[in-house]
């Protein structure tokens, strides 16, 4: 399904490859929860993430928390 000249425009082709390109991390099996700002500036993020197995069975998730200068979503 979909264009086979190479011309796709999805996210993974476009903004995604781009952000990671210019240092951004990209983290997969995530949701967020939180984004709040610091007091000493940028952002604090709260995400779970849902992580799996080498099978791909899904494990336990865990809360984790990562802070970032400036954050897009």
Known sequence: IGCN???KNSLDFTYLSA???A???LR???EARTISPRSSGGYEVTYVERP???SGALLPE???AVRADRVIG
């Open 23 to 25: 240092g951004a991390e």
């Open 52 to 54: 799996i197995d080498a």
């Open 28 to 30: 997969e099996r995530c």
């Open 19 to 21: 952000a990671r390109a």
């Open 62 to 64: 865990r809360t984790r």
């Open 5 to 7: 000249d190479g011309s």
